[in-house]
């Protein structure tokens, strides 16, 4: 019963679909073989016709289920049998002959609500709006101090798109009722569909509180907020108190429109709790499908601190070397953790944390783990670590070590991605080109790599390896002069390499260094791809140095000068940032 639980959850969440799983759920409940023998064993005589029909039902004998269901109407089974006719009369396109059982059954109960929700339905799929309407107004005399006929009316026009007529249903129930606790869900929708961003925002703020399966409704009903309301919508779901519901649909809504690192700050100060767990865990698996691995690597470390389990450590170290951050896997997930389960260390831990160490440049650590672990290795482990470790030997740079340990491992070892690397650094184009486009690893390096070598049509590049080698060594300067030096002599991706060179040098704060490189490539090569890129990442240079007015005039020229960019929505957004903090008379011109 949890389990389905959880699946109502679930299915709750996707406001488009929620009624057809819900009912496919309540069949799958009451019919699951062992639960559905006890239940008949259990269940009074008179309501044997109702499991005979759900038989029917689900064997798509619709006609023979009628007779059954309609039998067991004044059974205690009589909810669920009026669920059901109302299902296969739909499926047999029979619909209205619901209306006169349905007025049978409210006048001899007319507080059961789920009668008079059927009821609605039923009007409305029939297209009898006036006996709808009719309908609603008798359930509220009936029911004057309940939310339910304001609810369902309401939802069902908004299924219809009807949302100015929604809004009126809900003015109603305010107005009669006095209050809206129990229809924030539909306020929201409401809001939603007339554009009211704000109105909406607090809306599902209040609904969340009370109902958290609505989060992802709430993120994609939120969707279409314009950016210049989103800051609105950002402080109604960011303030006190903390919930997580709020925060967790947040996040979703960042994500959305494409600002997934303002997601996780919405997730990431939750009070450390199995909910906050929860919620970090799930963006977690949203970041790694998206290759996010910074994100999915501090996500995954704040559901560690909650709780330490052996799964959640291996996904945190995984996105952190996928990040680049091989320090913080071999913390995140230590051998020791396996406490002393040697065959759990070599099947989980030891391949992280050779790749770690392989990564640092620290290859002879990784051996030695290795030769320890050897006999817990299963069959081809240990030729896939050593080739990870000829990757590590050669990150430092050390060739004769590197190619010892691809020979150890015969011919796997060819045409693996770090003999790759080795032909890279070597200027061999010819060879990287083919085993880096099949490796297994994942890094900003190895794009950067890929993209040079489908560039770049000859067999041979000497200048260029040598810059990748400086590189792999962790000698930025070097190898930003390195690649700078490369550019002069390769003509064909001359701008890829001096925007390489112009990152490397931002990174390191050699920023009159980047900019010059900026500007070439912007005065010099600008038909090249890479003109917008170096001039958005001159204009965000400029905007985190403070100067705001410098920032503008870069971010205006990219737009004026590449309007068929893909960078020119990403320069707008930050034009909108920069403009917001700098007074119009102060901005240069265009």
């Known amino acids: 019963m949890l389990g389905i639980r959880r699946e109502l959850k679930v299915a709750m969440r996707d406001t488009r679909h929620w009624r057809v799983r819900l009912v496919l759920l309540v069949i799958a409940a009451l019919s699951i073989g062992p639960t559905q023998r006890v239940l008949r064993a259990q269940a009074p005589a008179d309501t044997m016709a109702f499991y005979k029909a759900l038989d029917l039902e689900a064997a798509g004998k619709y006609r023979d289920a009628v007779p059954l269901f309609r039998s067991a109407l004044r059974t205690s089974a009589g909810v669920n049998a009026l669920l059901g006719l109302e299902r296969v009369y739909a499926e047999l396109g029979w619909s209205d002959s619901l209306v006169a059982p349905l007025d049978t059954l409210i006048a001899a109960n007319p507080q059961e609500e789920t009668y008079r929700t059927v009821q609605l339905r039923t009007l409305q799929s029939v297209g009898r709006d006036a006996d709808l309407r009719k309908a609603f107004d008798k359930w509220v005399h009936d029911a004057p101090t309940s939310a339910a006929p304001y609810r369902e009316y309401a939802r069902l026009l908004l299924q219809k798109n009807r949302s100015s007529a929604a809004d009126s249903v809900l003015a109603r129930a305010k107005q009669t009722l006095g209050t809206m606790k129990d229809l924030q869900f539909e306020l929201a929708q409401s809001r939603a569909a007339q554009g009211q961003w704000v109105e909406s925002a607090q809306a599902w703020r209040l609904a969340l509180a009370t109902a958290d399966y609505l989060e992802q409704a709430a993120a994609y009903a939120l969707a279409p907020t314009p950016s210049s309301t989103r800051d609105q919508i950002r402080e109604i779901f960011l303030a006190l108190p903390i919930e997580v519901p709020a925060r967790r649909a947040l996040a979703d809504l960042e994500m959305s429109w494409g600002s997934p690192i303002d997601g996780w700050n919405a997730l990431k100060g939750l009070p450390p709790d199995s909910a906050a767990a929860e919620a970090w865990s799930e963006f977690a698996k949203r970041a790694e499908a998206e290759e996010r691995w910074g994100l ?17 450590a291996v996904r945190a170290a995984t996105a952190a070397i996928n990040a680049g951050d091989p320090a913080a896997a071999l913390r995140l997930a230590p051998l020791t953790d396996a406490r002393g389960d040697s065959a759990l260390a070599a099947r989980s831990y030891l391949p992280l944390t050779v790749r770690g160490l392989a990564a640092l440049g620290r290859p002879a650590e990784a051996e030695r783990l290795v030769t320890a672990y050897d006999r817990f ?38 045409s693996s991605d770090a003999a790759g690397w080795l032909a890279l650094y070597e200027g061999n184009l010819k060879s990287a080109r083919t085993l880096l486009r099949g490796g297994t690893e994942s890094s900003p390096e190895l794009a950067l790599a890929l993209g040079l070598a489908a560039r770049l049509k000859t067999d041979t590049a000497v200048a260029v390896g040598k810059a990748f080698l400086a590189l792999a060594r962790n000698d930025s300067m070097n190898a930003a002069a390195e690649f700078e030096r490369a550019a002069a002599v390769t003509p064909p991706v001359r701008s890829l390499l001096l925007v390489t060179a112009a990152r490397i040098y931002a990174a390191r704060g050699a920023d009159s260094s980047a900019i010059g490189l900026w500007r070439r490539i912007v005065e010099q090569e600008k038909d090249s791809p890479e003109a917008p890129q170096a001039e958005l990442e001159w204009a965000r240079l400029l905007r985190r140095k403070g100067d705001n007015g410098a920032a503008a005039a870069r971010l205006e020229h990219l737009i004026l000068t590449f309007p068929e960019s893909s960078l020119v929505p990403q320069a707008r957004r930050e034009l909108d940032l920069v403009r917001s903090a700098v007074p119009s008379a102060g901005r240069p011109g265009r």
């Open 377 to 414: 290795l299963a069959p081809g482990a240990r030729n896939s670590l050593t080739r990870t470790i000829a990757w590590g030997w050669v990150r430092t740079g050390d060739m004769a070590r590197a190619r010892a340990a691809l020979n150890a491992t015969g011919a796997e070892g060819d």
């Open 296 to 312: 999915a690597r501090d996500a995954l470390e704040s559901s560690l601190r909650w709780r330490r389990t052996p799964e959640i």
